[in-house]
Structures are given as C-alpha cells and as structure tokens.
C-alpha cells in the first residue's frame, strides 16, 4: 500500500469518503480541550476540518497526494491557518515526539511489525495529558483478499497491552457503526481505543 497504490485508488472516483468527519470521531473528541491535533492518513480531510472548526491546531498527514490536494480544495479561507496539510509516510518519517495533544488514527492501515517500531513512535506522539484515539473496522467484519489479510494489521487488541503503565484507557471497545459503511463493504462494527498519557 504505498503512494502509488492510494493515489489509484482516490483517482478512481471523484470521492471517496462522505465529506463529514468521521462520527467515533465526533463522539469521543467533543468535550475535549483543543490543541494540537495530529490526524494520521487524513485522506480528503473531513475530520482535520472538523477538529479545526472546533479549534484545534491540525497537522493533517496522508501519503497520497491527490487525497491531500483534494482535502486542500475544501479547506475555507477561515480554516487555512489551522490546519497543516503534509505529504508524510509514518513508517518512514515519524512525527516529533510529545508534539500532540490528540494523535487520531481513524482507519489507518497499520502493518503489524516486529518491534512495533511505527506505532510505538505514533505513541510517543502524544504529549503528556494527550490523548490517543484509534479506530478500525472490526476484524471478524474484514475479509482477506489478493495481498490483504487483515491479520497483519493492528487493532486496539494489539495496541492495549503495549500501553506503558503512563497511559491510562478510557475506552476499548467494539461498537455498532453509527453511520453507513463505506461503498462497497459491509462494515457492521467499530473496534474503539481511546486513552491518556498521564501527566
């Protein structure tokens, strides 16, 4: 899955994704105090908007150019200031450490690796009293295909126990979907890790 392949797969219709933010998303952010926001794999941007129009300061990462160069065209002149838009690969460019208040990972295809080097640097992403918010189909929803198995992908099952004891987990769980699942798939359920680095 690198460049190429996302950039195919945005260029392959004229939107991907519905253009509102993602709704686990809007649940488990509102109420939150705004700062410095990093969106991971932020595609065509609606929840980068979102957390600005709520006042977050938003780095908004994705390692598509067209996904990028869309989420820029719907950016209002309101909003520019706010958010950062950033042709990034996590696995080889890792974000600074303790430089965000809230590291939000929303159906980012994370490859399980020996080490765990690229989550456990999304992790040391969060600044003391940051939160952390992952969410991800449930696995019994996906289906292995072609070069896809989505074992080899990280869950909240697998990131939970690599929490050191300075997180504390506010939410784990797997959740009905509260809006439709993407065109073409029949995603039911939502699996949800949200938690805090103490300060």
């Known amino acids: 899955m690198d460049a190429q392949h996302w950039d195919d797969m945005y260029r ?31 595609g065509e941007g609606a929840d980068a908007l979102w957390l600005a129009r709520q006042g977050w300061q938003v780095t908004a990462v994705d390692i598509s150019a ?4 869309r989420a820029a065209a719907a950016t209002t002149r309101d909003l520019r200031a706010r958010v950062s838009w950033q042709q990034t690969d996590l696995t080889v460019t890792p974000p600074p450490a303790a430089g965000f208040d809230l590291v939000s990972l929303h159906y980012f295809p994370l490859r399980r690796r020996p080490g765990h080097t690229t989550l456990r640097r999304l992790l040391d992403a969060v600044a003391p009293g940051g939160t952390l918010l992952f969410a991800t189909h449930a696995r019994d929803g996906l289906t292995a295909s072609g070069d896809f198995d989505p074992a080899d992908y990280y869950q909240p099952d697998d990131i939970a126990p690599l929490l050191t004891p300075d997180w504390t987990i506010l939410v784990h769980t797997t959740r009905p979907r509260t809006g439709p699942a993407p065109a073409g798939t029949r995603h039911t359920h939502d699996t949800v890790l949200r938690a805090v680095r103490r300060s």
């Open 12 to 42: 392959s219709r004229e939107h991907v994704f519905s253009g509102k933010p993602n709704p686990v998303l809007v649940g488990e952010v509102t109420g939150l105090t705004p700062g410095r926001a990093l969106d991971a794999g932020c």
């Open 66 to 69: 067209t996904a990028l160069q």
